[in-house]
């Protein structure tokens, strides 16, 4: 631990944390990877804040009752006091070292805050390959890079897993005989990654990726200098920017049919969309589902006549054209809401249902490379078969690059190639 960090037990709350003027705490646990991800920025921190402002962390499942009684229930959870009061923000899960310093500088008169910031030194890290993105794509492209000892440094702006920690079940990774939470196929792929030597950088914000130089700016003040770079950062559900709808994603509203349609055995659901991979999904869905509502703002789909010519002989399925959603309601489990509205009158109706698909497409999270790439006409990254891109020396893997079928063992085969094929060229 660094020596301006203090670890105190809940005896020495009052003395350590109460009775200062100004202090932080970090309330931690073992084997939690967002409390490693914070380590390393609460001791950098530590290195310039600390002088003024003592820095403290306290065990939290051995220090239980404190924990409780200051309704602490993750770690890691970090808080701010002020003459024995909580002040600022109660940061948890992947912490942003931008968070922690927006609440450290409040603690601090204005004259102090100049004198801190000074002692900021940005630096360089030399790395063979550095990986932008931890999902599957990424930390497999880790892993076999790792084994092949290429020094590799991945970069994610949140914590590492992708959709997969945020996928409540999948069935179809191989290898796993039952359904695995989401959560632990994404901390088995990440621990594995972390085993064979892959360097994280967890939950950074990324201030500049320089693809030509190959340099990846993080936290405003680590330079990540590499020989290679592998974009690896996935993409997103387009939004529709309805209320309820980033409340319940993931959790009433799906956008993976193949994942979680087969939760719907015997069940209503609603989808959302008109193109192909809204019909195409709903083909999937109508194998499980006793009844699809397909809501489509259009008076007719977009999808290829011969998907809509087999939509008709669907027979559980109703259709609401010209019908635009305009909120997501949520009763319980599986018990879903969809606020539609008839365009041409203007009225709005609620359909039940037990679950709600959303297939307006998604969006490759190409925002730091923008311009600098060759994209395919849906705007993904173009690559050759070794997944290299249109610039030498930058790879891209998984969901963000141009394919026919995104999923967890396509991204992974891609994280494979682009490994292999860097590290006979390095
Ligand atoms: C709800 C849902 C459920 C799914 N369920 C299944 C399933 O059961 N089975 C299956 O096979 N597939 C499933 N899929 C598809 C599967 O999750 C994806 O195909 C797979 O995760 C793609 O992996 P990836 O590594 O390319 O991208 P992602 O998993 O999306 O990971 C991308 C990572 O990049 C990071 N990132 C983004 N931008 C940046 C940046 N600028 N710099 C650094 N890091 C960045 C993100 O934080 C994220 O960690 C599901 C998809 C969804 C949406």
């Given at each position: 631990m ?20 100004r ?5 931690y646990?073992?084997?939690?990877p967002?409390?490693e ?5 609460y001791?950098?921190?530590s ?17 239980r009752?404190?924990?409780?009684e200051l ?12 003459n ?8 948890t ?11 450290l ?5 204005e004259?102090e805050?100049?004198i ?16 932008l993105?931890?999902?599957?794509a ?10 092949a000892?290429?020094?590799t440094?991945?970069?994610d ?6 959709y997969v920690?945020?996928t409540?079940?999948?069935?179809n990774y191989?290898?796993?005989i ?11 792929m990440?621990?594995?990654a972390?085993a064979n030597?892959?360097e ?12 030509k130089?190959?340099?990846?700016t993080i936290?405003?003040v680590?330079?990540?200098k ?6 690896a950062?996935g ?5 529709l ?12 509203i ?24 809204a019909?195409e ?8 589902a006793?009844k ?21 002989k ?13 909120e ?21 109706k609620e359909?039940?249902?037990n679950?709600?698909?959303v ?5 490759p999270?190409?925002?730091a490379?923008?311009?600098?790439l060759?994209?395919d ?12 891109t249109?610039l ?12 026919a079928?995104?999923q967890i063992?396509?991204a ?15």
């Open positions: 660094a020596k301006l960090i203090k670890e105190i037990q809940a005896a020495d709350y009052r003395k350590e944390v109460l009775n200062q003027p202090v932080v705490v970090d309330f646990s073992t084997e939690c967002p409390c991800a914070l380590a390393a920025k001791e950098a921190l290195e310039i804040y600390g002088k003024d402002i003592p820095f403290v962390k306290i065990f939290r499942q051995g220090n009752e404190l924990a409780t309704d602490i229930t993750g770690s890691p959870t970090v808080l701010f006091y002020e024995g009061k909580i002040v600022g923000d109660k940061l899960g992947g912490i942003k070292r931008s968070d922690l310093m927006k609440n500088d409040t603690l601090l008169t004259s805050k100049t801190t910031h000074a002692k900021i030194k940005a630096y360089e890290t030399e790395t063979d390959v550095v990986i993105g931890g999902g599957p990424g930390l497999t492209a880790g892993l076999y890079l790792a084994q000892h290429v020094k440094i991945l970069v702006t949140a914590l590492p897993g992708g920690a945020t409540h079940l999948v069935s191989p290898g796993f039952e359904p695995l939470p989401g959560m632990m196929l994404s901390h088995y990440s621990e594995q972390k030597g892959v994280f950088r967890a939950a950074v914000e990324v201030n500049n990726v320089d693809l130089n190959k340099t990846v936290d405003g680590e330079t990540i590499a020989k290679k770079i592998v974009i950062t993409s997103r559900p387009r939004p920017g309805l209320p309820g709808e980033k409340e319940y994603g993931g959790n009433g799906s956008y993976c049919a193949t994942c979680d349609a087969k939760y719907f055995q015997d069940k209503e659901v609603v989808v959302i969309g008109g193109g192909n991979s019909i999904e709903t083909f999937f869905i109508a194998k499980f006793k699809i509502t397909i809501v489509h703002q259009f008076d007719h789909f977009q999808a290829n006549m011969v998907a809509q010519e087999k939509l008709k669907l027979e559980n399925v109703e259709i609401l054209l010209e019908h635009e959603p305009r997501f309601k949520k009763y319980g489990t599986m018990d879903m809401g969809v606020v539609v509205e008839e365009l041409k009158s203007g009225k709005r359909v039940r249902t679950g709600i698909f297939f307006v497409g998604f969006l999270n190409i925002e490379f923008n311009g600098k060759a994209l006409k849906w705007g993904y990254l173009n690559t050759n078969d070794e997944m290299e249109s030498e020396g930058v790879y891209a893997v998984g969901d963000v690059k141009t394919k079928y995104r063992t396509t992974v085969a891609d994280g494979t190639i682009a490994a292999i094929a860097i590290s006979k060229n390095i």
